[in-house]
Nanobody, 117 residues
Framework: QVQLVESGGGLVQPGGSLRLSCAASRSISAYPMGWYRQVPGKQRELVAGITSDGSTNYVDSGKGRFTISRDNGKNTVYLQMNSLKPEDTAVYYC????????????WGQGTQVTVSS
């Protein structure tokens, strides 16, 4: 079973930045990957995706602020988040994507991002 380990979250003031990392226990090079987030009581949502050839897409609220990238040699996906807002507060997860809504692997523990003054 593939293990996903997310890290890099924390408490940041509005307008601040964080860089999240997600390390997989196997090769990710063939997979489209995504960063997702979840707040209590709501469904997990996709915030950024990156295909195996590096094409990216973002949720509207993240466009211009979030940048997803991947390092296949390190089996790691990154999410650079700038100009953070309180509504970005959530637990962030990564996974390999299967179509528009499904994921391939079991979820990791996620990393908490809290944006607050």
């Amino acid at each position: 079973q593939v293990q996903l380990v997310e890290s890099g979250g924390g408490l940041v003031q509005p307008g601040g930045s964080l860089r999240l990392s997600c390390a997989a226990s196997r090769s990710i090079s063939a997979y489209p990957m995504g960063w997702y987030r979840q707040v209590p009581g709501k469904q997990r949502e996709l915030v950024a995706g990156i295909t195996s050839d590096g094409s990216t897409n973002y949720v509207d609220s993240g466009k211009g602020r979030f940048t997803i990238s991947r390092d296949n040699g390190k089996n790691t996906v990154y999410l650079q988040m700038n100009s953070l807002k309180p509504e970005d507060t959530a637990v962030y997860y990564c996974n390999a994507r299967l179509g528009l809504t499904l994921v391939i692997w079991s979820w990791g523990q996620g990393t908490q991002v809290t944006v607050s003054s």
